[in-house]
């Protein structure tokens, strides 16, 4: 006798015309098994990509902590670097981020060095951290009157992956929601923006300011800079409302918004006060589903981004 699969196992229980509850359980366990059989495709060569959005509450961190994982839980090699003096992102991966602990403050102060404060994930062995800490709240003033000021990440970025013997796949790095001195020099040790996007009519206006902020940073700092991905959060499918802010999207930036969409979950808000990301958390759910949908999807994208960013260097040759 075969065994039958959980989604099936679930139809049978509901039946054919059963609960939406039934249905909805059946839909994300099917995704759930399709993604244990897919395998996600490296990138030929790292992608740098910083997660930015000076609107505050649109998942910004839950985006960066939850990709990241699902990308590190696809054996891929992932360095988060964490950016926010709230430091939020080291607290969903579960690591310590104290006032005074090694940080990427101490990085920017060239205190230390990458390879001296990245840590690995508990839960995920091939994706490492550079936590934050409330210390680098003040590292705008103290290196205001730095020449390099706006490359300090991207010099210290630059040594370690020289000299590292890790080949590390994506390097991503959480953005403060804000437009100040931590931004621009994330934006200016990346080659790629990732835009989480709210599914309400605000994030609408607040995305018109971003892209001409990136415009700002692209001419006077970082010409190679390229809005790669956009992905819609906190999508609720019961809505007219964030389908129709999805389509608007959509239709202005059809080519680097992802298909998938990332839903309100209560899970997903739950997991970082567990320390973990919704992955780690709650493995089966739709947050963790949806996460690692959009992850694979950005994997499958790789080879389209990097062409477009070498077309972009050859056109400024």
């Not at 490492?128 to 680098?136: A, E, F, Q, Y």
């Not at 992802?258 to 992955?279: D, H, M, W």
């Amino acid at each position: 006798m075969d065994m039958e699969s959980a989604s099936e196992t679930i139809r049978r229980i509901f039946g054919s015309k059963g609960s939406s509850l039934g249905f909805e359980m059946a839909e994300v366990t099917s995704r759930y098994e399709a993604l244990n059989k897919v395998r996600f495709p490296k990138p030929k060569e790292t992608r740098f990509i910083a997660v930015a959005n000076q609107k505050g509450g649109v998942g910004k961190t839950t985006t960066t902590v939850n990709l990241a994982a699902a990308l590190a839980y696809a054996k891929q090699q992932v360095l988060l670097i964490d950016m926010d003096p709230q430091g939020n992102a080291s607290t969903a991966l579960g690591v310590k981020h104290n006032a005074g602990e090694s940080s990427v403050y101490d990085v920017l102060e060239s205190r230390q060095t990458i390879d001296e404060v990245k840590k690995t994930s508990r839960a995920f062995k091939t994706l490492d951290v550079v936590p934050s800490s409330i210390d680098l709240s003040g590292a705008e003033l103290e290196v205001a009157d730095l020449s390099n000021r706006n490359d300090l990440l991207k010099e210290a970025l630059a040594e370690f992956v020289a000299t590292t013997k890790k080949k590390y796949d994506y390097v991503i790095i959480d953005c403060p929601p804000s437009l100040g001195l931590l931004v621009i020099n994330a934006m200016c040790a990346v080659n790629e923006v990732l835009i989480p996007i709210q599914a309400e009519y605000y994030a609408l206006e607040g995305l018109g300011q971003l892209i001409q902020t990136i415009g700002l940073v692209q001419e006077h700092y970082n010409p190679s800079l390229l809005v790669s991905t956009m992905l819609v959060t906190m999508f609720d499918k019961r809505t007219l409302l964030s389908k129709e802010v999805y389509d608007q999207v959509k239709e202005h930036y059809p080519d680097i918004v992802l298909r998938t969409t990332i839903p309100r979950s209560v899970k997903i808000s739950e997991a970082p006060s567990f320390g973990q990301t919704v992955i780690e958390y709650d493995p089966r759910g739709t947050g963790a589903v949806s996460y690692r949908e959009a992850a694979l999807e950005i994997a499958r994208r790789s080879p389209q981004v990097l062409k477009a960013l070498e077309d972009r260097k050859q056109r400024r040759n």
